[in-house]
């Protein structure tokens, strides 16, 4: 049981690559999120995806794509990285008979 | 908008002292839930705590949490080393199937042995 794995662990990108961050998760959980968290600004909500086939914006969703590919993979794609972008990415999953999100240990990003 | 705010920002204390955190949020919530962030890590689940319920134990973890005054404190007692991390407050609004959570800029604690 891995919980939530994401790959990479770190990425540097030029401006304007594209790239796609990878999650998976192994507990059967119908709801996962992607973050982003930069300093002083806590974690904020890129996309959810409530359940399979069915993904939303969050707080801060310019830039970013998404695929909720099956109930385990919920993918996040930067088509043009830019600066503004560089950031720790986190996913997570949600069991939602307790409502506690379970992390994965993030993806670090830097866009040159 | 971050919803919970949390202070203070930072706390630098003795191994074997209590850590108090504060976290405020601005609008009605369901639940609030404290999550702990080792650095270079992910967020680790400590405790939730319902709207109806004023506190709630889990080991040296207590959380307290008053709708009214739109506040919550998580108290570490009798700290250690290892309690040294970020420590976030969540927000959780349920709206339809979907449990919107904001998280707060957190608290970095130091315990210092």
């Known amino acids: 049981n891995a919980g939530v794995t994401q790959t990479p662990k770190f990425q540097v990108l030029k401006t304007g690559q594209s790239m796609t961050l990878q999650c998976a998760q192994d507990?059967?959980?119908?709801?996962m999120y992607w973050y982003r968290q930069d300093p002083g600004m806590g974690l904020r909500l890129i996309y959810y995806?409530?359940?399979?086939?069915?993904?939303d914006k969050g707080e801060v969703p310019n830039g970013y794509n998404v695929s909720r590919l099956n109930k385990r993979e919920f993918s996040l794609r930067l088509e043009s990285a830019a600066p503004s972008q560089t950031s720790v990415y986190f996913c997570?999953?949600?069991?939602?008979?307790?409502?506690?999100?379970?992390f994965g240990p993030g993806t670090r990003l830097t866009v040159t | 908008s971050q919803q919970g705010e949390e202070d203070p920002q930072a706390l630098s204390i003795q191994e074997g002292e209590n850590a108090t955190m504060n976290c405020s949020y601005k609008t009605s919530i369901n639940n609030l839930q404290w999550y702990r962030q080792n650095s270079g890590r992910g967020l680790v689940h400590l405790i939730l705590?319902?709207?109806?319920?004023r506190e709630k134990h889990s080991g040296r973890l207590r959380v307290t949490l008053d709708t009214s005054k739109k506040s919550s404190s998580l108290l570490i007692t009798a700290s250690r080393a290892a309690d040294t991390a970020s420590y976030f407050c969540?927000?959780?609004?349920?709206?339809?199937?979907?449990?919107?959570?904001?998280f707060g800029t957190g608290t970095k604690l130091q315990v210092i042995p």
């Open positions: 507990m059967n959980h119908n709801s």
């Open positions: 705590i319902r709207s109806n319920e």
């Open positions: 969540a927000t959780a609004m349920n709206s339809g199937g979907y449990q919107k959570v904001t």
């Open positions: 997570a999953s949600r069991d939602f008979l307790t409502n506690e999100q379970y």
């Open positions: 995806s409530a359940s399979e086939g069915t993904t």
